[in-house]
């Protein structure tokens, strides 16, 4: 019988991932211009973090069981023959001084490269699944907080007339909550105590993110209640804010009897639940809404689609660039930044990018970043004029930008102080940088530079302007403008130093004359 | 109001004696043919084994262990035992008094002549009969004597065998001596009947029969002095012993469950004396040593008016040339969707097919499994077995598979009861071939009955699922009632991945599309089902449920099929063994009506039918309601939704109801009775389903009778187009 092939259209995907309590694999049917469609879906419950917790690295009987259960999907991976897969492990699994070993040994016994992914891309790739969701999209055009609570954090995102505002993520993770119970857990009002603790962290976030506008949606993510109580046939996805908190508060009270057995066996907790339902409690308390959306969403989803936008299987509903921007601009703008000058700024180093394209050999998310670090480069200016630099960098490197790795955002952070300290040779950014990174940060640097130079005096001084590249060793910077242009000139013969040693082009400024003027 | 009420429940056990008497009644049915009568009688002493062995022996434990905790009908384990022997005790008598008095005179009839004793040989068939001693029964006999300084010998559970006083002078058993310790001048000996030859031995004909035989245990009575030389033989008289065999397997601490079974087998022998069978004429000093050396009470000796061991009568009752002696053989017919040669996934691609077995071959599912290994396209296979026959086409047709390199991922349940060794056989097999064998969950039975075939098609992959009511048997097809369903509806699919993953160890399922799976959440499933009925009577709207079964033993289930009946619901259950639950019970079970059907075939399907204001919903599975089912076995019920589907089902539902030919009814005394025929017109369901399954084929496919043949002319022959 001859063996049928898939169509082009048409390509299975597979991703594993590792969390903090298990391991999950999913086989997914993509097809060109279609839906995604799950066709297979494992998981198998290893509670990681309680070992990180407890000991600061996976156990060995732990470290067998994932290596076993790798094994397993990977023979599932084979059987199905996808086209592609990828199997990441969270990041918050780096706590575990194992952690290089397991990769080691996944990658020796089961023969499967196991990565880490970044805890802003992790949460990135859920964004994108989302985005999916017509539900989603409808409930952020209007004031909406989407709530993702992780073994080591909880990351909150404000949007607001469908744009993503702001990103924060808090380290009170559903594991510090654990630790804390057990700490007090033996006290009779402990869940009152740790509820007040976890409220003044979300009071933190509604006062200094959220201008004390509550917003009118929650939607979730990781549905707290699905994985946690064996309650998960048919549970709603939208409810009402308010009977969500109760029900909420329903199984915290059975987690009680669950100690004893003696618990609804209907809802009936896990005490690993618990921590996540005091999270929920405590967000759902200070900021409460009219309407919970639960949605049906995970990683595996988020990665999916991320095979399947770049794949250009699947086309995005969604701008994922435009949100970047939109929440540098907003992170800029809570640093006091000069809209006008930064507006300028990017717009130059865009410019500038695209005129060289030939030869920066970057590509369009290398673009984005300088995007992002023409609007954040001078963030830190808010803190101190003197530690200028040093305070872009902390503010940059601290600040979730979804849709941006913490990888990115040092690349980003790096190309902000070199603009302001000049560049560092490269064994003094070894540490944080590989060299691929280092260049990139150069030549995202060099092209800010010269743009920055353009814009010294910060009264755009020009009415238009152009970009000519000749094909060999030039650039013509062309201005109109009838202002004095002295101090940009004499800053730009040695910005342009930087720019030659980076793309071995010279930035020529020159500008245009107009009849009458000197 | 109370609906859970010890009186309005049946004893389980008790339940399952009475299932037992219908079947002894078919071997009292004279109008059944006398070899298939030879076969009822041997299938009750076969299930009375397996009853002793399993039930009575796990009453026995509960009584040693102090355990008087009653059951739901309010009977102690004490109180259940002495009901239970005072009614085997009587089921025996009945069972000799219909070989007796019945079958042994209506094969003389038929003149095939079967020897009492091996006083009735003729000199001729006396000669042969030691000639067949000396030649292949004398060389494996081992005789053993018991005296002080040789032991009572281990009597091992359910042989047949001798025991013999031997008249000795010089010598006494240990066993018996008199008040004052002296020496009796008999002496107790024991042979065991070699299990290795045939129970019935062919003897030169008795004038006028066309066939004699005589018992094995009677040529080695016969021949016993040859056995023990320097002894008289004073008395010999059969005997055997029926043990302890419910074995519980600690499966959290073994850590490799395989071995932990294979050692229960080994320990299974040892175990306690639950009876002792024993010719009703044993002299009573024999009768006395085995009772005291086995350690038997009274209660537990079963005398036996004729041989030991009834299950002798399967060889007769299959016993070549006599075909017409027995009821005619029924061939399974292909079912019309599916003609031998066709490529199975293509036709399921067509919708549903509904396989009701044994009417329809069960060819089709082995063929399911044997297409699937050969296809290129097909990337896994996966599938529970629970009981296989011996030389299984689906575990070559698996094995096949592995070696062709396709996943492959049976789970063998080695804790299916009495099959242990046999299965863990096929699976170390499996394994070899490649195959990923799961030997079964911890603490939990698979009983599900699910295959998988996972398979890449153009426009993606596609999962064709094969749900049954019975194992994947391809021998008890043959003789079990059951329903299967061949489906490739994707939410069926997506539940069987999910199923096979959850059985592998990596799944927590988050959600069913369709499938109702123990444990968990088959119980709360039927509950709903159940409780909608209520409801809907309640609100004056009509109500029905029709529920076909093994066994109903599940109290809870029972409480609410009670509280279903008095708000109004009608309620029907075609109910083959136990059912504890009690019909005409005034305000509580009114309105339920049980029947049973014992025939020719083993009522095995389970169908499950709600009305549903009208929406009527079908579901079929491999659950009965039973405690063990619903909370201790991993069970699949799965929904029959497709139109053609359905109504097949609902018809099989319709015709068992209307069965007045074979079915029993339950009535408000806890009896079984049959409705009185006379001047009615009868309908038998399994031999209308045969009729029907012959009618299905199209005619050019039955097996050609007719004299006028049907030429095939040019213009009828679709010619391909090049």
Known sequence: MATIKQGKNMKLYASIHVGSYGISMKVFEIKRGGGIKIIDSKRKRIEISRDIYESGRISTENFFEIVNTLRDMKNTLVMYGVDSYDAYATASLEAADNLLTLIDQVKILDDLELEILDYSMQKYRLYMALCQDERFLEMIEDRCVLVDIGGVGVQLTLFDKGKLVATQHAKIGATDVWEDLRLIGQKSDYIEVLSQLLYKEIETYYTMYMGGKLPKSLVIINNPIGQISADNQGAEELSNGRDYLKRIKRLLKNSAYDVNGEGDEDISVSKLGVPFLLLYQSIMERLPVEEVYIAPISMHEGLAYNYAYSHKLIKSPRDFEDDVISASWALAMRYDGREKHLKTLEGLSVQLFDAIKKRHGLNSRARLLLRVAAILHDVGKYISLSDEANCTYTIIKSS????????????????????????????????????????????????????????LSHRQKYKKIGFRYNGTDSLFITMDTQDSMVLESSIFRKKSEVFFDVFAITPILRRKRIAGSD | MKFDLPQYYENRELSWLKFNRRILNEARDNKLPVLNRMKFLAITASNMDEFFMVRVASLKDMVNAGYTKPDMSGMNPKEQLLAISKETHDFYEKQYTTLNRGLISKLKNEKLLLLDSYNQLDEKQADFVDRYFEEYVYPVLTPMAVDASRPFPLIVNKTLNIAALLSNKKRGSRLLKDKKGESKKDVFATVQVPSGLPRVVEIPNSSGMEHTFIMLEQIIEKNLSVLFKNYDVVCAYPYRVMRNADLPIDEDD?????????????????????????????????????????????????????????TFAFSLASLEGYDHLRVEEYKPCDNPKLKSGCNIFDEIKKGDILLHHPYESFEPVVDFIRQAAEDDNVLAIKQTLYRVSGNSPIIAALAKAAESGKQVTVLVELKARFDEEHNIVWAKRLEQSGCHVIYGLVGLKTHCKIALVVRREEDGIKRYVHLGTGNYNDSTAKIYTDCGLFTMSELIGEDATAVFNMLSGYSEPEKWNKLFVAPIWARKQFYRLIDRETQNAKEGKTARIIAKMNSLCDQKLIERLYRASASGVEIFLIVRGICCLKTDIPGISDNIHVSSIVGEFLEHSRIFYFYNDGEEEVY????????????????????????SAKAKVLHILKVLMKDNLKAYYLKEDGQYFRYDKRGKKTLGAQATFCDEAVKAIPDQEKNYTAKTFIPIWGENVDIPIQ
């Open chain 1, 400 to 455: 979730h930008l979804l849709g941006v790795s913490s990888r990115e955002r040092k690349i980003i952070a790096w190309a902000c102080v070199f603009r302001q300290e000049g560049v560092y040779p490269y064994e003094n950014v070894a540490e944080e940088l590989d060299r691929d990174d280092y260049f990139l940060v150069r030549k995202l640097h060099a092209i800010l530079d010269v743009a920055g130079t353009i814009d």
């Open chain 2, 254 to 310: 073994a850590s490799d469950l395989l071995k932990e079974i294979e050692k229960q087998l080994k320990k299974r022998r040892w175990g306690e004396v639950i009876r002792l069978e024993i010719d009703d004429k044993m002299d009573s000093r024999l009768v006395k040593v085995l009772q005291k050396n086995l350690e038997v009470e009274k209660d537990a000796v079963y005398k036996c008016n004729g041989p030991i061991d009834l």
């Open chain 2, 620 to 643: 079929m599975g491999s659950a009965d309601w039973m405690p063990r089912n619903m909370d201790r076995r991993v069970e699949i019920i799965f929904p029959v939704e497709d139109v």
